[in-house]
């Protein structure tokens, strides 16, 4: 039987949702997700205080700021909290119910190469806007438009240090005493661009800090946000990778570029995409295919998605191994809940399952292989997750949902234990925890 | 003659099947070999701990020079270090570690780092888990498993303390991994209907094979314990583990883990917190521990030190040699072991980082060969291409 629209749905969206349609041209389908703007980033409503803006993460800092040195016994509210609770809804929201799945996967792979996580206190307020102000509005444009994004965002700036990195030489360094934080430049060049492979030194690493000094955060002006701080910036040229840039935020921008369209970076980045949607081994062909694409069209995202879903061993399905985000939300969208069924506290079941919201342990992100995610206890609170949610879907005629869900990809040894179990729970939790739906 | 510790036997852990394991108990503990009496854990401190801040040399004249802002005051002084011998003092909020070390269970190896030298957390930390200076796919401390001997009913010999095995425990052998208890649960009926789904999968269906295995043995050995409200709290994990290798038939090797360490910005604050549970949760391990307690060796280590002067946010970057401690009623503590470098700049590496002088290899060699007893041959095959790294003698008690 035909599988490669369910799997469309699967491997490179979030799972069908419910009884959704099947498309009748599955790799047209998707291409068409990559067509005009992220619809999420076009949604009314910014001017609410809960919305994911960098504007309302620093207020909602600030206000957190002045509770804690007005030393508030009991405050009745935590601004910051609310709003990583009000975005984190949001967001569910969006998984749940997109119609254009392989976009929104693409948002969060890009996400989590570019990872914040809140295990940094600033990050809770600003990881929402991060999402929608400099990941989504490139998922379908130029690397380096990204790159150069991320590096000039609050929360990332935040996560790893840079917002207070001064040139020692500069005028701020020379009269407080300050200097280099280089954990942003050590941490772009391993893990965002050029990787180890491209034999960079510690040299480099530190010039690259002396390059992003003064890319830092205003959080007190009328117009809180990024900002480049000339009085902190160290003075003079600067050598990253044998090239000269200039002094000024210029320099590091330029710097970004150079790193953006560097060959190792094209080499990481398709790399990473072919372990995410074909294997956790690649085929070297896929890598290479779209390594040329990246090199052929100076980084276009959007091209290297199209060449992703032309690669044949893409197709091959239930090779990967659903992390636990992935796993909630996809039975999440099979069970199709009305909204006041669903689980009240996503990100708590997130937790429980060991991949939190924007909390990934290490600036790496998440990992990406079946390894990091199938310890025993970590398979059986599975299991046990998908039996506690079945409790909510008690409507639901198991052997049809399994069919929408899986289809042809749902054996019969399976199927026959789904429409055997002794009840209707039972049979949800076995669909829900079988192997075919551990997978995608 | 070791106390066999009765185990109340669980609706749960009776209807998976289990119950052999326990009653089998007292048999199979009668076979087993002595040398797996013996209790290794490893703790990893992921993110690099700044090892000049946790064992601090005061009597290193140009310190506040290199490190002004992160310095404490001296032994004696208002909330000052703790002393270790007139050189060093531990940082205040080791306290409990304070009171090991002067019980003799406790030996610090100062400027000790790993197999790798340019100072990635995710290298650094993968190299040291596989124990050479390279990335393989299983990790020294499941090699050193695979060759204790497996006792027929009991706990796989090794416990991982999460939701994912770290690669330090990945390999051939298997390993069990626990937490308190999350979500609901369905009938072991249910259970067993899944495992048998899953058997063919060669990745999902031995993780349920030896998951099932290991809830049967931990909710024997923890039934009957509330868990604490903080209960993924590294304290409490520690608790646990500590009561699940004491038990007779229960793990032999723990693997834990606790991050927080990778301090760039306002590293005094930060740390403050990070060893505070640090510290809480050794001794919880050895609370947990009880009488088995001395016979445990604890390596505590962590990827890299940090940079030697204080950055520009008062804070540090990365760098090479920092601390390991060595804990439990096993070591022959009491002592700082390793050489001291200084900090003089010549003395640095790179005029930046700590320079090492001891590799954490010499440290687990010796508790592989040892305190496990596992035959110095093997020892090649845990830790390749580190021939010119032997075991430092010394660190046990006679």
Redesign the interface.
């Known amino acids: 039987m035909e599988t490669r629209a369910l799997h469309a749905l699967i491997r490179f969206g979030l799972g069908r949702r419910g009884a959704e349609p099947l498309p009748a041209a599955p790799q047209d389908w998707l291409a068409r997700q990559l067509d005009g703007p992220d619809p999420d980033i076009v949604m009314p409503a910014l001017s609410t205080p809960e919305a994911a803006t960098t504007r309302n993460g620093l207020l909602a800092l600030r206000a957190q700021r002045a509770q804690r040195a007005a030393k508030d016994p009991a405050p009745q509210a935590n601004p910051v909290q609310d709003l990583f609770r009000a975005t984190a809804n949001a967001a569910f929201d969006t998984l749940l119910t997109t119609t254009t799945p392989f976009r929104e996967r693409l948002a969060w792979f890009w996400l989590n190469h570019f990872t914040v996580s809140t ?1 940094a206190g600033q990050v809770s307020a600003l990881a929402g806007a991060y999402l929608r102000e400099a990941i989504r509005p490139h998922v379908t444009g130029r690397f380096a438009d990204m790159l150069k994004a991320v590096m000039q965002h609050p929360a990332l700036i935040a996560y ?2 840079n917002a ?3 040139g ?1 030489d500069s005028p701020a ?1 020379k009269r407080q005493n ?6 942003l430049a ?1 941490e772009c060049l ?2 965002h661009t050029i990787t ?1 492979a491209a034999g960079y030194t ?1 040299t480099d ?1 530190t010039s690259f800090a002396t390059l992003l000094t003064g890319w830092s955060i205003d959080l007190d002006s009328d117009t809180p946000g990024f900002r480049f701080r000339p009085a902190t910036h160290q003075p003079g040229p600067k050598t990253l990778l044998g090239q000269r840039f200039p002094e000024g935020q210029q320099g590091g921008l330029e710097a970004l570029d150079v790193l953006a369209t560097h060959p190792a970076t094209y080499r990481n980045l398709a790399t990473k995409l072919a372990r995410h949607f074909i294997a956790d081994t690649p085929p070297p062909a896929a890598i290479a295919a779209i390594e040329t694409t990246l090199t052929r069209t100076n980084g276009d995202l959007k091209a290297a998605s199209l060449t992703l879903i032309g690669i044949d061993a893409a197709w091959i399905p239930l090779t990967k ?1 659903r992390t636990p985000f992935d796993y909630v939300i996809a039975v999440l969208r099979t069970l199709d809940l009305p909204p006041a069924n669903r689980p009240p506290a996503i990100n708590a079941i997130l937790g ?3 991949q939190s919201l924007h909390n990934a ?4 992100g998440w990992p990406d292989t ?12 599975r ?3 998908a ?2 949610v079945a ?1 909510r879907a008690k409507s639901l005629d198991p052997a049809a949902t399994a069919d929408l869900a899986l289809g042809p990809l749902l054996p019969p ?2 199927r026959a ?1 789904i429409v055997q ?2 009840s209707q729970r ?1 049979a949800i ?2 669909l829900l ?3 075919e739906f ?1 997978r995608r | 003659m070791h106390r066999i510790p009765h185990l109340p036997i669980g609706r749960r852990t009776a209807l998976l099947g289990l119950t052999a394991t326990i009653t089998l108990g007292r048999t199979a503990l009668a076979l087993a070999s002595p040398l797996t009496e013996q209790r290794l854990v490893v703790v990893l401190l992921r993110g690099a701990l700044d090892g000049l801040a946790a064992v601090q040399p005061y009597g290193e004249p140009g310190l506040a020079d290199l490190r002004a802002p992160l310095t404490l005051p001296e032994p004696g002084h208002d909330g000052g270090l703790l002393d270790l011998g007139g050189f060093h003092g531990l940082h205040p909020a080791l306290a409990g570690l304070h009171s090991l070390y002067r019980a003799n269970e406790l030996a610090i190896i100062h400027a000790a780092a790993g197999p790798y030298r340019s100072r990635s957390h995710f290298d650094a930390q993968d190299y040291l888990e596989s124990g050479t200076d390279h990335r393989m796919t299983s990790g020294w401390l499941n090699r050193a498993a695979a060759l204790l001997p497996a006792r027929p009913g009991g706990a796989e010999t090794a416990l991982s303390v999460g939701t994912s095995v770290g690669l330090i425990l990945r390999g051939p052998a298997p390993v069990g991994t626990w937490l308190p208890q999350g979500f609901a649960q369905p009938d072991p009926a249910l259970y067993r209907a899944l495992a048998a789904l899953h058997a063919p999968d060669a990745i999902t269906g031995p993780a349920l094979k030896t998951g099932l295995a290991e809830r049967g043995f931990t909710e024997a050995v923890l039934n009957g314990a509330d868990p604490p409200r903080d209960k993924y709290s590294f304290p409490a994990l520690a608790l646990a583990a500590g009561k699940l290798l004491a038990a007779a038939q229960g793990p032999r090797i723990a693997a834990l883990e606790i991050g927080g360490w990778d301090t760039h910005a306002a590293q005094r604050a930060r740390l403050q917190g990070t060893l505070t549970t640090l510290d809480r949760g050794l001794l919880a391990l050895k609370e947990g521990l009880a009488a088995a307690w001395s016979r445990t060796a604890i390596l505590v280590m962590t990827e890299f030190g940090r940079t030697v002067r204080a950055n520009g946010t008062n804070g540090t970057d990365h760098g090479t040699g920092s601390i390991a401690l060595l804990a439990g009623g096993a070591i022959q503590g009491g002592r700082i072991l390793g050489t001291w470098p200084g900090l003089a700049p010549a003395q640095l590496l790179d005029n930046r980082d700590l320079a090492p002088t001891t590799d954490l290899r010499s440290l687990a060699k010796t508790l592989l060969a040892s305190h496990l007893k596992i035959p110095a041959k093997h020892l090649p095959a845990i830790f390749p291409a580190s021939t010119d790294t032997p075991p430092m003698p010394g660190l046990l008690r006679p």
């Open positions: 295990r790893l240090d207070g990195s001064t020692p360094g300050r200097g280099l934080n280089e954990n050590r391993e893990l180890q510690q690493v191994l429980g399952l060991g342990p290490f600036p790496i079946a390894p990091d995610w199938s310890a025993p206890e970590a398979m059986l609170r299991i046990d997750w039996y506690t409790s040894a399976t234990q179990a002794g039972d939790t076995l925890a079988s192997p551990q």
